[in-house]
């Protein structure tokens, strides 16, 4: 994979016009000439499973929006890290950066983010949110277990076995329940125990992140109980809407023990309103990530990218066809299942959603400010609380 890299780059970015190192994809530099059929779909993906599962959307939506989509060469990355510096594209002489594509980003890196919808044994999203909604109605929300709830693998982070020091104990209680997830022995029991819609059993959810991002997060944010985010590195495509303390709860990356007890305190003794958090974070997903939207996000997305693409696509020696049905074929057994239940069914009737225009850039340092701003206060609620506490001893 590595290996492919310098002859796409050079391709794409070599014949590129870039105004400016930042916002690349972002800028409409010039309308394509129109396309007549979408001839090509250039997909170099290092995970089989992603391969499968990912192409399986890219396939979706050209279903969906028939004759729509430009032609278009992208290179995709699906291992988690993104790798374009942006200090590597800065400065007087600096070369454009490469347009890759890959699941998250980060603060310093200008990788084009693309949603991920993949996992493993899980169905497609629209009725996952049906589950999920189903689910979220199970317990009432009051009687929920007061705690703050995880479950994953810590083993990918050094943060993550880090929060288990945060587990309670005989000695201590930092109002957290954290678990290990066993795949091997939930794969064996058929994964009951891991049913996304029957985890909403605590009135708190922590999302920590692992290598990088993580696949979690968007189920953790649709249970409605509310979501501690322990800060994150890195970006997926959505996460960035989110209003602390509107969305979620912020959790300290650097003391997330007395984090945690703390915003289970101030939840267990303000319910309304951290269940108002934990039910606005549930609607947004449900609302504003539902895959109608989710497909017109990869929609524009390619086509604004296609839009700055100044040379014309051509299929590379050896490539491979990208036969409508052969991934379908392909898979077996539950993938199949699941991939035939994801290919969105015959053309949209509908439009794609109308592209809003990017942010002015005082909009965007307002909205930034405001984000910061609350994080900000959080820890300020945090240090006086323990510092009362400390008092009293
Ligand atoms: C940029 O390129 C010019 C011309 O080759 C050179 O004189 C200059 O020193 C370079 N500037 C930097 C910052 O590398
Ligand atoms: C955390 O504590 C609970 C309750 O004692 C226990 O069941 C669980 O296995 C612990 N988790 C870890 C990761 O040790």
């Not at 930042?22 to 089989?48: D, N, S």
């Not at 930092?174 to 794969?187: C, G, K, P, Y």
């Not at 989110?242 to 289970?264: E, G, M, N, T």
């Not at 077996?332 to 009737?349: C, Q, T």
Request: proline share 6%; hydrophobic share 35%.
């Amino acid at each position: 994979m590595q290996g492919l890299y310098p002859t796409i780059w050079h391709r794409i970015g070599a014949d590129r016009h870039f105004s400016g190192a930042a916002a690349t994809w972002r800028l409409p530099l010039k309308k394509g000439p129109a396309t007549t059929t979408t001839t090509l779909l250039l997909l170099f993906f290092v995970l089989v499973f992603a391969v499968i599962f990912s192409s399986s959307w890219i396939h979706s939506l050209l279903r969906r929006y028939p004759g729509r989509l430009p032609d278009l060469d992208l290179m995709f990355d699906c291992d988690d890290r993104p790798v374009i510096r942006s200090s590597d594209h800065r400065g007087p002489n600096a070369t454009a950066p490469p347009p890759l594509f890959r699941y998250c980003g980060d603060e310093k890196t200008l990788d084009i983010v693309f949603p991920d919808w993949a996992e493993i044994n899980i169905r497609p999203w629209d009725s996952i949110l049906k589950e999920i909604k189903e689910g979220n109605k199970r317990i009432r929300w009051m009687k929920r277990e007061p705690y703050a709830y995880w479950k994953g693998n810590p083993f990918v982070a050094e943060t993550r076995k880090n929060l288990l020091t945060c587990n309670v104990s005989e000695k201590q209680d930092w109002n957290a329940r954290l678990f290990v997830q066993d795949w091997i022995l939930e794969s064996q029991q058929g994964y009951q125990q891991s049913d996304l819609a029957s985890q909403c059993t605590y009135r708190y959810k922590i999302y920590i992140e692992g290598w990088a991002w993580s696949v979690s997060e968007k189920y953790v944010l649709a249970c409605d109980s509310e979501t501690l985010l322990v800060k994150p590195k890195f970006y997926d495509f959505f996460i960035r809407s989110l209003q602390p303390v509107h969305h979620y709860w912020p959790i300290r990356d650097d003391d997330k023990c007395r984090s945690l007890k703390f915003a289970v305190h101030w939840g267990n003794n303000h319910k309304q309103k951290a269940q108002a958090i934990g039910r606005a974070a549930s609607d947004f997903i449900q609302e504003d990530l539902k895959m109608d939207y989710v497909y017109d996000y990869m929609f524009h997305l390619l086509n604004e990218y296609a839009n700055l693409l100044n040379f014309k696509p051509e299929i590379p020696e050896g490539a491979v066809e990208f036969c409508s049905e052969t991934m379908v074929c392909n898979a077996k057994g539950l993938e199949k299942k699941f991939m035939m239940e994801s290919l969105a069914k015959g053309p949209s009737i509908t439009n794609p959603c109308t592209l809003p225009p990017p942010y002015e850039p005082h909009v965007l340092g307002v909205l930034l400010k405001r984000k910061t701003n609350s994080i900000k206060q959080v820890e300020e609620w945090e240090r006086r609380y323990w510092e009362s506490l400390d008092k009293k001893q």
